[in-house]
């Protein structure tokens, strides 16, 4: 259930929608007549675009998910907010089913696990009377943890060589201007930054499981413990403990200040009597959400930042939700705490000149487009591969 191209342009910042009927009359959401011969509604990721408003479903209407799990944390984020956004929790009257990887349910589907800004994501592969159809969802081949989860040999074990009917592929990156950096280079980067300054944050998006897990591991080669300084990062530690990413929990501490228990064995650090004091062995971790009002805690304190202090931005996705913060606002704030600002974007889909990796594993008799802004420039990319 994604968000259409009205959405983003009707939804911005600080304008609002009136409620689900306005919503639905802009097209942000589907008609309630797209349910009607429905069997059940498949969810890829969790992501905003893809998640919808699961409230504003009609009743009976049986949803899957990657995990339920996650998607009860998600939910509770935005339970009580006084905007539309209160309808992303799905109501009693629907039925939430979790998918399990790589097995066929009852409908012919089969979810596999994809490289993914969100974790966990699935593509998945439709049985049905008449064809095969294959759907990506969001994915990217060459991913932050390598092999760990490998898009093309994931899809590649359901597809087999025969290849499938109709494959509906995203194809976000291509015809962009803007070329995100690669999981190497991010790498470097992330590495550089830790070798040569004091206090470094880094802000992730809380279902980046990947990009998380990633840090995570440079900060423990650098010799640093990773503070969590965001409520939403400590409510979804449980599940990236619980998930096959998780690494050692050993130099994992989190904000006393932000007064949030954490439901695994994780050490309490203070960011004003530890942090602050003794940069070099820590590495702050925030949410874009959460980033400018800790900064500002910061400077009421009357500590001062140390000159050496690196902010790494990277940019959410879908790109939208940076509606979420003001972000001429936080970079205003940055500068004048003296914080030096790396903005960095790594893309959760993959690149043009991957789609032939993806082309020759997937092997779609036809091509449909989606999640692209150019759909008739993938075609003529594919016909070139071809």
Known sequence: MSGSKY?????????????????????????LSVFEDIDALYISH??????????????????????????????????????????????????????KPYREDELGVIPIPVSHSA?????FIYRGHNSIVFYSGDLRVDGLLGPRINT?????????????????LEG???????????????????NKVLMSNKLVIVSIDPVDFEMFTTVTELASLSSRTIVIASPR???????WHNSMLST?????????EIEKPALIPVNYVSLKQDVLKDPDNFLLIQE???????????????????????????????????????????????????????????????????????????????????????PSLVLRLAKQVK
């Open 7 to 31: 959405s983003k342009n009707t939804i911005v910042g600080r304008i609002h929608p009136l409620g689900i009927n306005e919503l639905r009359s802009v097209r942000a959401i589907p008609p």
């Open 46 to 99: 969790f992501h905003l675009d893809h998640l919808g408003l699961l409230g504003a479903l009609p009743p009976g209407t049986k949803v899957y998910v990657p995990t339920i799990s996650m998607l009860k944390v998600i939910e509770e984020w935005y339970r009580a907010s006084p905007t539309w956004m209160a309808e992303l929790p799905h109501k009693l009257h629907t039925e939430v089913i979790e998918l």
């Open 119 to 123: 974790y966990p994501a699935d593509s």
């Open 152 to 168: 093309l040999e994931n899809i590649e074990k359901v597809v087999g060589s025969e290849g499938i009917d109709i494959g509906l």
């Open 172 to 190: 976000t990156n291509i015809g962009e201007v803007e070329t995100p950096v690669g999981s190497d280079e991010f790498r470097i980067m992330v």
């Open 233 to 239: 990062l400590v409510d979804v530690l449980p599940q």
């Open 248 to 256: 050692d929990t050993e130099k994992l501490a989190v904000a006393s």
């Open 288 to 374: 874009p959400i959460g980033f400018l009002e800790m900064l500002r805690r910061m400077k009421t304190w009357g500590e001062k930042l140390q000159t050496e202090a690196i902010s790494i931005l990277t940019m959410p996705e879908p790109l939208e939700s940076e509606a979420e913060i003001e972000e001429k606002v936080l970079t205003y704030w940055l500068n004048i705490l003296g914080v030096h600002i790396y903005r960095i974007r790594i893309s959760g889909h993959y690149y043009p000149h991957e789609l032939r990796n993806l082309l020759e594993v997937v092997k779609p008799r036809k091509l449909i487009p989606i999640h692209t802004k150019h």
